[in-house]
């Protein structure tokens, strides 16, 4: 290496970085409409700006530049092709155009790899990466309206989109027209401290559930939220969390349609987080959802309770939810830690992920699944660990839970369930697990239970059978158990 090129690798390169878009600097309407109207050919070229020094001596004679781009800041993977161009700085400035097309900005951060040989340099000198910001949020607009199916697509970022809040954004959108004509609200990265209401029909999304974050600290009143959903909205890719300076914190909650003609929520790849350890504080709540239908997919709930406060991952209230892989973990340190909370006539059907649960000070007042009221649920494919895994108050009501390949490692009783009303549970290939000699605790002539078991921790003399509560059928894999009553 020689000593020129030394001295420029130490030095580094001083990038006044200013990722231009003609576009970007024009007023609204929005980047998607803005770029349809001005070009239907969708150019997805951008212009890049930089300034090169050498020492503290500014680069002025041509040089060699090769740019790609990667998902990452560091390591990860290169997105599309290298590109390479003659730069010609003046003082130190230059100015060159990039195209990678539309298909790498797909609303996920992006760094530009940069590496130059100027006269002198025996070989290309890296010069490090950095975050791509306009440019890709123009480029994602223009894909999403495109590809998605949007009639408008609106830009929420630091500096470089539509608006720098999240609500501003929110507060422009028609809501007697959205659902008519879907509009989606594109958050980049950044946390955004505010709360955030939606309006049916809208998408709000972000660039990742660690990326793009939306804060707020707690309320006086149950259940206002981080973000209020509302009928028909979808939310994807984003964190959401309540840290909890209030007697309430709670994430995200959903109240919308009382007779359930409503469409549904929808929400995916979402990281959700409520901590409240006030001493004041009452309830930490993921998700909170009333009268309304949600459909979740890749949703991880994170809930934190101190002192007698409770935390509820997902508290449902005559609510339906369908969806695939919830993975909730509710701890508390005295009060209630449930991973689902149902009550009223709520619906379930979930296949995959874990519930884990923990109140230090009493593990009976913690439960994977704690269902009051008339109720029908399917579980399949879980994990539920700590505490009670099922707790059913059968009340004004049928209730029917079918529970399928689901690994119950409870620090209490595996399966209780108890009232006045009838209440039926069937279990299939599922292994019991209990740290009690209760297994099985069911109280009341209307409760029954089917079960088919992989494996169970003991064996019939631990399950606990009280005022007429029967077990209609009992098989246990690799089990000297007789078969009772299995059709």
């Known amino acids: 290496m020689s000593s020129n090129r030394k001295s420029f690798t130490l030095a580094g390169i001083s990038l006044a970085v200013l990722f231009v878009v003609v576009v970007l600097t024009m007023a609204p309407p929005t980047l998607a409409q803005r770029l349809f109207q001005e070009s239907p050919g969708a150019n997805t070229a951008f212009t890049y700006q930089g300034?090169?020094?050498?020492?503290?001596?500014?680069?002025?004679?041509?040089?060699?530049?090769?740019?790609?781009?990667?998902?990452?800041e560091t390591g990860g993977y290169q997105i599309g092709s290298t590109q390479t161009a003659t730069i010609h700085p003046q003082g130190g400035l230059f100015t060159v155009q990039l195209d990678f097309g539309d298909s790498p900005f797909d609303g996920g951060a992006r760094w530009l790899d940069i590496a130059v040989q100027c006269p002198g340099d025996a070989s290309w000198v890296a010069l490090g990466r950095t975050p791509i910001t306009a440019a890709p949020y123009a480029l994602y607009a223009l894909k999403a309206a495109k590809t998605e199916g949007y009639a408008n697509v609106v830009t929420v970022a630091k500096s470089g989109g539509d608006y720098t809040s999240i609500q501003a954004a929110i507060d422009t959108l028609d809501e007697n027209t959205l659902c008519d004509n879907p509009v989606l609200v594109w958050v980049a990265p950044g946390t955004y401290t505010e709360t955030v209401t939606l309006k049916p029909c809208m998408t709000l999304a972000g660039a990742g559930k660690e990326l793009t974050r939306i804060v707020s600290h707690g309320s006086s009143s149950f259940p206002r939220a981080t973000v209020t959903g509302s009928w028909g909205t979808t939310v994807r890719n984003l964190g959401i969390s309540s840290t909890g300076d209030a007697p309430y914190t709670v994430a995200l909650a959903i109240a919308s349609d009382p007779n359930r003609g409503l469409p549904p929520v929808t929400l995916e790849n979402l990281s959700i987080k409520a901590n409240n350890q006030q001493e004041t504080g009452i309830k930490a709540v993921g998700i909170h959802l009333r009268d309304a239908s949600l459909n979740l997919n890749d949703v991880d709930i994170q809930v934190m309770g101190g002192s007698n406060i409770d935390a509820i991952g997902l508290m449902v209230s005559n609510g339906i939810v369908h969806g695939r892989q919830l993975d909730v973990n509710a701890r508390a340190h005295k009060g209630l830690a449930h991973g689902i909370d149902g009550?009223?006539?709520?619906?379930?059907?979930?296949?995959?992920?874990?519930?884990?649960?923990d109140s230090w000070q009493d593990k009976a007042n913690a439960a994977a699944v704690a269902l009051t009221g008339s109720m029908w649920g399917r579980f399949a494919d879980m994990i539920f660990t700590g505490g009670i895994g099922v707790q059913v108050d059968a009340q004004e009501g049928y209730t029917h839970m079918e529970i399928t390949r689901v690994d119950i490692l409870s620090a209490e009783t595996a399966i209780q369930?108890?009232?006045?009303?009838?209440?039926?549970?069937?279990?299939h290939e599922c292994t019991l697990n209990s740290n009690t000699m209760q297994t099985l605790s069911l109280d009341g002539s209307g409760i029954s239970a089917q079960m088919r078991l992989t494996a169970i921790s003991g064996d019939e003399q631990t399950f606990d059978l009280k005022n007429g509560a029967a077990v209609s059928c009992l098989q246990v894999h690799d089990m000297d158990l007789q078969p009772v009553n299995c059709p």
Request: hydrophobic share 45%; net charge negative.
């Open 417 to 427: 369930a108890s009232g006045p009303e009838m209440a039926q549970l069937i279990l």
């Open 51 to 72: 300034r090169l020094t050498r020492g503290r001596a500014p680069v002025t004679e041509a040089c060699n530049a090769r740019f790609k781009l990667f998902d990452a």
């Open 343 to 357: 009550s009223g006539a709520p619906e379930f059907d979930i296949v995959g992920g874990e519930i884990i649960v």
